[in-house]
């Protein structure tokens, strides 16, 4: 599975900005997602994950409320829509799957995930 994430820019603090992560030939739904980023000189952290049984989210706690992810079936990707970002919202984000169903815990584990993409820059300015 290769994974494509795109809409990444420059945006001011509270500006929005809608990622997109793509999949060849595959659909969507069949996977569990999850959307990680990494900022300068720190590790990759979970931002997002959407399950795929049911289509549950969860949600780091630094981003919930702001962020959204959710399946566009119309054009078969996963999205993440970043509201009210904030400086420290700046980093690579990368959006990665698994065809296997991840219960809460294990969705926000880098390790529970088979599948990524090569990331896309944000950039949020104070």
């Known amino acids: 599975v290769q994974l494509q994430a795109s809409g990444g820019g420059l945006v001011q603090a509270g500006g929005s900005l809608r990622l997109s992560c793509a999949a060849s030939g595959r659909t969507f739904s069949d996977y569990s997602m999850g959307w990680f980023r990494q900022a300068p000189g720190k590790e990759r952290e979970f931002v997002s994950g959407i399950r795929r049984s049911g289509g549950s989210t969860k949600y780091a706690d630094s981003v919930k409320g702001r962020f959204t992810c959710f399946r566009d079936r119309a054009k078969n990707t996963v999205e993440l829509q970043m509201n009210s970002l904030k400086p420290e919202d700046t980093a690579v984000y990368y959006c990665?799957?698994?065809?296997?169903?991840?219960?809460?815990?294990?969705?926000?584990?880098?390790?529970?995930?088979?599948?990524w993409g090569q990331g896309t820059q944000v950039t949020v300015s104070s």
């Open positions: 990665a799957a698994t065809s296997r169903g991840l219960i809460s815990s294990t969705s926000s584990v880098e390790k529970s995930y088979d599948y």
